[in-house]
């Protein structure tokens, strides 16, 4: 008898492409996809509140990633007016600067969402062409709880590609 396959499990965040590319394979809580999309209802007197059509106004996506290690250097690729900083006998520090005016679009990249099941395909990430990324540190140093960064990606359409925003699936698929 066949089951139903439903997905679960954790994935990994490729962000960037080449030698610039980090990536995000401890977690802790789950890596999250969201989607918004927004629309305008329409009314008209002759129908009081009724809504007689409604248009798309247009979506967002975000990625957020629990990541669980302290690490400065892919921090660094994160967070946005830092400098990485690494000395003699492995001394290392990130610097973030309190600058405002930073456009994120200048610094976003490609984001891939890889599930780690051994089954997953191509077919089973989510691309964002265009996503900048932005940390919210919050760290608990208690016994209790594990020192996790959130880190967002905000994606942006690609306008060279007719506003794409999200690929779910093998981005090398073609029509046939």
């Known amino acids: 008898m066949a089951g139903i396959n439903v997905p679960i499990g954790p994935a990994i965040v490729e962000y960037g492409e ?4 980090v990536t995000f394979d401890i977690t802790k809580g789950g890596i999250v996809f969201t989607t918004t999309n927004s629309k305008q209802d329409v009314t008209v007197d002759q129908y009081g509140d009724t809504v007689v059509k409604s248009i798309y106004k247009g979506g967002t996506a ?4 629990p990541f669980a290690l302290y ?3 892919k921090l660094s690729k994160v967070t946005p007016n830092s400098t990485y900083v690494t000395g003699s006998g492995g001394k290392e520090k990130l610097e973030v600067r309190a600058s405002a005016g930073l456009n994120l679009l200048d610094t976003a990249k490609k984001l891939v969402i ?5 089954s997953a395909t191509a077919n ?5 062409p ?3 990324a932005i940390v919210d540190h919050n760290y608990a140093y208690d016994s ?4 996790i960064t959130p880190v967002t990606f905000v994606a942006y359409p690609d306008i060279d590609d ?3 925003l999200f690929i779910m699936g093998d981005e090398t698929a073609t029509a046939v």
């Open 62 to 65: 975000q990625v957020t990633v």
């Open 114 to 118: 890889k599930p780690t099941d051994p």
């Open 130 to 132: 265009i996503a900048g």
């Open 71 to 73: 690490d400065l250097e």
């Open 162 to 164: 007719d506003g794409l």
């Open 144 to 147: 209790d709880n594990e020192r």
């Open 124 to 128: 089973d990430w989510i691309t964002i």
């Open 18 to 21: 080449g030698v610039d590319m």
